[in-house]
DNA sequence: TTAAAAGTACACCGAACAGTATACACAACA
DNA sequence: TGTTGTGTATACTGTTCGGTGTACTTTTAA
């Protein structure tokens, strides 16, 4: 059974599918209106501004993405070779390579989001760079269990990787980026073990 | 004694600053009309539509940012440790490093880009391919003189490391992700050294 | 000198933009 | 029953958007 959802959620989840697949500034509230059959007064009820839209469907985005990776990660974990203390972090590349290689893929939506909303202290930067500091600290995590020299250090290279992962396989459409990083990652794993 | 411009460079000059400053859907016409102090008339004289005023934005970028990167890579050459064949790529990244602290930085202008114009058939699109492209070959040359096992396969891996850290600069305004990335650089070219 | 090329000013176009005003419908709940 | 909260439709605001039409001026080069 169908859980019934707010007017509120409709509007926030086709305002971050939009957003996601064509751009933020490109998609006009009419047209977000028109995708969700909600009326402009009702979003105006619930949001003050398009922007304030914007950082609730980054918000939206922010779990959804960290569920989905987390979900691919526990599939490719099983599938890791090696040393099972690995198996998380590597898994993690494997689902970005998942990831890019799904119909929807469209780049980080956070990554486009400051590009098109540069100013430092814009509240939807803002939104961008914890979330950049959300998968740096999910990175660490997956990194805990390995006993490495300088495991910040690590976590700050293979979040690297992954970011340049995504804008690869994003800009040039080489969807093999991932796997590349991964290779990348294992020798800096390598590298740093102690 | 200062060259002449023409109207048309004029404009492309004005049109990527604003650009890259700000960003492309958000700039309009008038915008780059009132700091250019040029005509509408002249503009839709010299470019059909705004997007091939983009486009050239794009191009003219492309010819400077490659410039800036070799002239950098050229000063800091000379300033590496170690065996002089590692010299060059070395640089390249204390080249971003001077490139992200320098006050006009805003990431890179083709990432922007593909994120404001997502469809892959874009000619916007396209450039910004073809300039990833160009920084790929570039890497290529500087790791040429290195004695590597997979060179392309480095090549690939040190491409994606910079794309990270640029990124990594710019929506978290992480302003060592360059120190971050030479330092993976240099574990890459450790591993495949023969 | 003269004629073409290049640039200007300015009014204008229809469409889209974010956001507001108003009046009405429907549901829940007390 | 009455009230309150939520959503609806529709029209409208003022502004900006990319782009055009036109008539005039300036520059350039044969």
Known sequence: ????????????????KLFYQHGFRITGIDTILEHSGVAKRTLYNHFKS????????LNKRDLE??????????????????????ARILAYFDALSEWFNSDKF?????????????RKTDPIHVVCENHKRLVLQYISELISEIKLREPDEVALQLSLLSDGAIVCAHTTNMLNAAEIAKTTAMLVLNAYRT
Chains 1, 2 share one sequence.
Do not use: H, W
């Open 65 to 86: 993405f960290m569920a989905m990776i987390k979900k691919y990660v526990a599939k490719f974990e099983k599938q890791q070779e090696g040393d099972p203390k690995y």
């Open 106 to 118: 469209n780049g980080c939506m956070f990554i486009n989001a400051s590009a098109e909303y540069p």
């Open 1 to 16: 059974m169908a859980v019934k959802k707010s007017k509120r959620d409709e509007l926030v989840e086709v305002a971050q």
């Open 50 to 57: 398009k922007d304030e839209l914007v950082v609730a469907a």
